[in-house]
């Protein structure tokens, strides 16, 4: 994503693949959709426009507002945007990503590639942060700490070639002892009341709703992908129930049981007890289990995968497809690298962290909002700027001629331009006559005898 953004060199160019963007994708009526709109004063797009452009002319809006009159309104009025309740920001990027993937990526797709939901979730730290609404104190993996903030809990789309992401929820805890702000009292009709419940609910209670929300909108994928902090029998349920398989790896760990050959085993134990694959397989062990919940069982594929960093441990995928070979799992899960690059883009590049300090809960939905839709932007240009698929109707054009041109057919359309070469130079016809005759002695008795070379010593003009 970086190359994108450096690619933007004048400043006219960006503005106007900016403009092309908001009016080709339609985002003035999407957002009207989201109850996103105002009946007097400055519109909304006008608002949404600025502070998208933010951080490709690198301002903040402090900065750009204390040195130039671009934006055309106060700071208040960006305040009051991010603040309302009612603007539903979940269903703006879904219906943005939708209508991205319907629109510019699929038709580059083949319909024969697995498209896939990706789930995971990334620390959204406010470290020194003390009033923020919802606050809490979240465990990061990455380094092994505790940290003050959320924990952005995000859906994406991927063909393997491009991700989109599609909706989040900015996720608290359920615990209210690692709460350190509690939530303010909003109307419990609004779409505010109802992503603070979200944001204190179990993430696996929220991404079943988050898939939702993208299959309401229209967009479909076969497989979500996600990691093992999200792999449990309630979740494959959840979303087996949605009709969607899972591709995931599993914590090896005694807790989870599988049923096996009549017992109840963890995936430890079959691993023990089974016959490893010798030699350099690229999976040392697949299996078929059924998974258990509340009396009720699912067939599962278990892939056992040599750990490249520790060749002495193994990573264990599941998948409920049990069509999948064991080489399609493991491709399959690979593309759920796609949302670690956008988490690192979206904070190193797209200011996620840094440039909303706001301590509403509302703000920072807004703002997450807004850095969606600048990455959903940029895989669009990368994906059209670089995509050799992406030329479009011509590059169609070509194909089904060249698929449609055979090779007697090619034959036939030279000697016809030979034909009108020698009525055009008739006065140089035996010269002509001459190179004929050597192309013929010089070509393949195969392929000279495609040619009626009789007749093109008889042509008459």
């Known amino acids: 994503m970086s190359n994108v953004t450096h690619g933007f060199e004048n400043s006219n160019t960006l503005s106007r693949s900016i403009d092309y963007f908001f009016k080709r994708f339609h985002i003035g009526e999407i957002l009207r959709r989201c109850n996103a709109y105002k009946e007097q004063g400055v519109p909304v797009l006008t608002v949404l426009l600025y502070l998208f452009q933010l951080v490709f002319r690198n301002r903040s809006m402090y900065l750009d507002m204390k040195v130039s009159e671009r934006a055309g309104f106060a700071k208040d ?133 988050l898939i939702q929300q993208a299959q309401r909108a229209g967009l479909h994928a076969k497989y979500v992908l996600f990691d093992s902090w999200f792999t449990s029998p309630k979740m494959l349920f959840a979303l087996k129930a949605l009709g969607l398989d899972t591709v995931a790896m599993m914590r090896k760990t005694e807790k989870v049981l599988f049923c096996y050959q009549g017992q109840m085993l963890s995936d430890k134990t079959i691993f023990k007890m089974c016959k490893k694959r010798r030699g350099r397989s690229k999976y040392l062990l697949s299996v078929t289990v059924d998974v258990c919940f509340n009396g009720e069982g699912i067939h599962a594929k278990l892939v056992y995968v040599r750990n490249r960093n520790k060749r002495n441990e193994y990573l264990v995928l599941l998948s409920t497809d049990m069509t999948l070979s064991e080489q399609e799992i493991i491709q399959l899960y690979g593309k759920r690298w796609d949302i670690e690059v956008f988490f690192k883009t979206s904070k190193s590049l797209l200011n996620l962290t840094e440039e909303c300090r706001s301590i509403s809960y509302d703000a920072m939905c807004a703002h997450t909002a807004l850095v969606f839709m600048r990455y959903i932007f940029l895989a669009v240009e990368m994906r059209e700027n670089k995509d050799a698929r992406s030329v479009g109707p011509l590059f169609c054009l070509v194909c089904d001629e060249i698929a449609d041109v055979s090779f007697s057919v090619a034959v036939e359309k030279l000697q016809l331009f030979l034909e009108n070469a020698l009525c055009r130079f008739n006065d140089w016809k035996p010269e002509i006559l001459k190179v004929i005759a050597a192309l013929k002695a010089d070509l393949p008795a195969e392929i000279a005898a495609l040619f009626d070379f009789t007749r093109l010593l008889s042509v008459k003009c």
Not at 106 to 121: C, Q
Not at 130 to 158: C, I, N, P
Not at 189 to 194: E, K, L, V
């Open 77 to 209: 009025t960006v305040y009051r945007l991010r603040n309302s309740i009612h603007f539903n920001w979940v269903r703006f990027t879904t219906m943005l990503a939708t209508d991205v993937i319907h629109k510019a990526i699929e038709p580059l797709t083949s319909e024969e590639r697995k498209n896939v939901f990706i789930v995971d979730d990334s620390v959204f730290e406010r470290a020194r942060s003390r009033k923020v609404e919802l606050l809490a104190r979240v465990y990061d993996h990455a380094h092994q700490r505790y940290v003050r903030g959320f924990r952005m809990l995000t859906l994406g789309w991927s063909d393997g070639v491009s991700f989109i992401p599609v909706n989040s929820c900015l996720l608290s805890t359920e615990n209210a002892k690692n709460r350190l702000n509690e939530a303010k009292d909003v109307n419990d009709r609004s779409y505010g009341a109802r992503i603070r419940e979200m944001a204190q609910s179990k993430a696996t209670d929220v991404v079943p709703w």
